[in-house]
C-alpha cells in the first residue's frame, strides 16, 4: 500500500531508511519511482524536510516544492508556524533548478544574511548558477567558518571556493586553497572531491596557456573519478578534449619540421573537440555545448560563432568571460538573427524571417498575445539550453509566486497555446515538449529576428505597427485607433505613453493634436 492511501505510523522512518540507501547507491531513478508514490501533503510536517532533501538530491525537485509549499507559502499563516530556515533552503534550492531564479534569491537572501550555513550555501549556489562568482565567495567564506558544520561539508565549501577563484583567474588563491584541500582528501581518502581538486588544477594550468602541464592532472582525475556516477567524468574529458586540442595548435604555431603532421595533428585534436561536443549534446548537458563552442571558435579564431554565443547565452558574467578569453568586445544588443536550423541552411534563398513585432500573412503579430509574446522572449533567451517550467513562469507571470500544484500546467497550456498560433500562422516554427525542457525548434529554415538588450513587450509591437505605417508622417489619435484596431481611449493612452518615452513628439493642441516619431539621436523636444 502505497502513502498516497495510507500512511501508516513508523512507516516514514522505514521509507526514509530505504530511500536513503538508494540515495547513497546512486539509484536516482528507483527514489524518483518511490517519491511518485507518496502524496506530497500526506508527509508529516516532522519528516517533511528529510523528504524534500532526498527529493531534491536525486533531482525531483517537484516533489521538494509539492512537500514544503504549505509551510512556506501557508493558505492561512496564522494556522501554521512559519517556514523554518531549513525548508525554506530546500524550498529555494528546488525552485532554482526549475529555474526560478528570482523567488529563490528573495527566499535565500534574508537566510544568508542570518549567517544560516544552509542559506549561505544555497544563496553561494545560486551566484554559481548566475556566473556571479565574485558574489558567491564572501559567502562561502562565512559558511566555511560556521561551527554548525561538519568537516566533510567545510571540504565541500572550500572546493566550491576553489572553484570561484579559479573562474575568476585568482590563481594564486586557488592554487593555495585547492594543495591545502588535497592534502585533507588525500589523508581522509575522499576520492571524489580529491578528483575535483585535481580537475580544478588543471584548470589553472589550462587557462593560462600551459596546455602539457594541465593534461597529468587531468588524466589522474580521470582515475579518480572513473567509478562515480553523475557528469564527473564528463568535465574531466571536456577539459582534456581542450588541452590537448590547443597543445596541438601550439605545436603548430612553433613550426615544427614536419608541417604537414603538425597540421594533420591540430585538426585531429579539433575533431576530438567536436566528437565530445557530439557526447555532450547527446546527455544533454547544454553548458558543455555551449563551452565546446567557444573553444572552437577561439580555436578557428571565428568571429561569428562567438557573436553566436555572445547573443545566445543569457548571463551578463558569462559573456563577459566570453570576451576575456577572446579578443571579441560584442555586446548582447540589438537585433540578432537566429536560425533554428543552423547558420548554413540559413544563408538559403528560401529561408523564412519571423519578427514577433511583424504581422504574418495572415495579419496577426504574436506581440497581439502578450503572454505568448513573454513566452517567445523567455524561449530564446539561450540558445543553447532548453527552458524549464520556472523559468518560464516567472518571465510570464513576473508578480507570482511559483505554486507546484498549478503553475507547471499553466505553463504547458500556454505553451500548448504557442504551438497552435505558429500552425495557424502557417510557420515552420514549433514547440519541442521534452521531459520538463521546452525549446523552440523549426521543421524548415527560419531566421528569429530577436531584440537584445531588452525584454520584448506589446507596447513595443504596437509602436513597430505604428512606424511601418505612418513613417515619417503625422498621425492623428483617430488614425492611430484605426492602424492597431483600438479604442481611441487605448490609442490615446499608447500615444501618451510615446511620448512620455520620448519616442515621439507632440505638435499642437486640442483637435489638431498630431504626432510624428522622434529623430534618432535628436533630444526629447518638448510639446508645441
Given at each position: ?431 519541442v515538449f521534452k521531459k520538463s525542457e521546452f525549446a523552440l525548434t523549426s521543421i524548415a529554415p527560419v531566421d528569429l529576428v530577436l531584440q537584445r538588450g531588452k525584454t520584448l513587450s506589446a507596447g513595443d509591437g504596437k509602436f513597430a505597427d505604428l512606424k511601418a505605417h505612418f513613417g ?57
Amino acid at each position: 500500500m502505497s502513502f498516497e492511501q495510507a500512511p501508516r505510523a513508523g512507516n516514514w522512518a522505514e521509507e526514509s531508511a530505504v530511500l536513503e540507501k538508494h540515495v547513497v547507491g546512486g539509484e536516482h531513478e528507483i527514489c524518483r519511482a518511490i517519491l511518485s508514490e507518496i502524496a506530497p501533503r500526506s508527509v508529516p510536517r516532522e519528516w517533511a524536510s528529510r523528504f524534500a532533501e532526498m527529493a531534491w538530491r536525486v533531482q525531483f525537485p517537484l516533489f521538494t516544492l509539492k512537500v514544503l509549499h504549505r509551510f512556506v507559502h501557508p493558505e492561512n499563516p496564522l494556522a501554521i508556524s512559519p517556514a523554518t530556515d531549513r525548508e525554506n533552503s530546500l524550498y529555494a534550492s528546488a525552485l532554482l533548478s526549475l529555474g526560478a531564479i528570482r523567488e529563490a534569491a528573495e527566499i535565500l537572501d534574508p537566510i544568508a544574511a542570518k549567517g544560516d550555513p544552509d542559506g549561505l550555501f544555497f544563496r553561494a549556489n545560486l551566484y554559481f548558477y548566475e556566473w556571479d562568482y565574485s558574489s558567491a565567495i564572501p559567502l562561502l567564506h562565512q559558511f566555511i567558518g560556521s561551527d554548525a558544520i561538519s568537516p566533510y561539508r567545510r571540504l565541500v565549501g572550500k572546493v566550491n571556493l576553489a572553484a570561484a577563484h579559479v573562474t575568476l583567474g585568482d590563481w594564486e588563491s586557488a592554487r593555495a586553497l585547492l594543495t591545502q584541500i588535497k592534502e585533507e582528501c588525500e589523508r581522509e581518502n575522499y576520492q571524489l572531491l580529491l578528483g575535483n581538486v585535481h580537475e580544478l588544477l588543471a584548470q589553472c594550468d589550462l587557462f593560462q596557456g600551459r596546455y602539457a602541464q594541465a593534461l597529468p592532472w587531468l588524466r589522474r582525475a580521470r582515475e579518480l573519478l572513473k567509478d562515480q556516477g553523475g557528469l564527473y567524468l564528463l568535465f574531466v574529458d571536456k577539459y582534456i578534449a581542450i588541452a590537448e586540442t590547443f597543445l596541438a595548435r601550439d605545436e603548430m604555431n612553433d613550426g615544427m619540421s614536419d608541417g604537414k603532421r603538425t597540421e594533420s595533428n591540430g585538426n585531429e585534436k579539433l575533431a576530438r573537440l567536436l566528437d565530445f561536443r557530439a557526447r555532450a549534446l547527446g546527455l544533454g548537458h547544454w553548458d558543455s555545448v555551449r563551452e565546446c563552442d567557444l573553444f572552437v571558435a577561439l580555436f578557428k579564431k571565428d568571429e561569428g560563432l562567438l557573436r553566436h554565443i555572445v547573443m545566445g547565452s543569457p548571463l551578463e558574467q558569462y559573456r563577459t568571460r566570453v570576451r576575456r578569453l577572446s579578443w571579441t568586445k560584442i555586446k548582447a544588443q540589438g537585433k540578432y538573427h537566429w536560425s533554428l536550423l543552423g547558420r548554413t541552411m540559413a544563408e538559403a534563398a528560401s529561408t523564412i524571417e519571423f519578427d514577433p513585432y511583424k504581422k504574418t500573412a495572415t495579419g496577426q503579430a504574436l506581440y497581439e498575445s502578450p503572454h505568448l509574446l513573454l513566452l517567445f522572449d523567455a524561449l530564446t533567451q539561450d540558445f543553447y539550453k532548453p527552458a524549464n517550467i520556472g523559468m518560464l513562469f516567472q518571465h510570464v507571470y513576473q508578480d507570482e509566486v511559483f505554486n507546484p500544484f498549478s503553475s507547471p500546467d499553466r505553463v504547458l497550456q500556454l505553451l500548448k497555446r504557442l504551438d497552435r498560433w505558429w500552425i495557424e500562422n502557417d510557420l515552420p516554427i514549433r514547440v519541442v515538449f521534452k521531459k520538463s525542457e521546452f525549446a523552440l525548434t523549426s521543421i524548415a529554415p527560419v531566421d528569429l529576428v530577436l531584440q537584445r538588450g531588452k525584454t520584448l513587450s506589446a507596447g513595443d509591437g504596437k509602436f513597430a505597427d505604428l512606424k511601418a505605417h505612418f513613417g515619417d508622417r503625422a498621425f492623428s489619435t483617430a488614425s492611430v485607433a484605426s492602424v492597431l484596431g483600438v479604442s481611441k481611449a487605448t490609442a490615446q493612452r499608447v500615444l501618451a505613453e510615446g511620448a512620455a518615452a520620448g519616442r515621439l513628439v507632440k505638435h499642437g493642441r486640442g483637435r489638431s493634436v498630431e504626432y510624428r516619431f522622434a529623430s534618432r539621436g535628436r533630444s526629447k523636444e518638448k510639446a508645441a
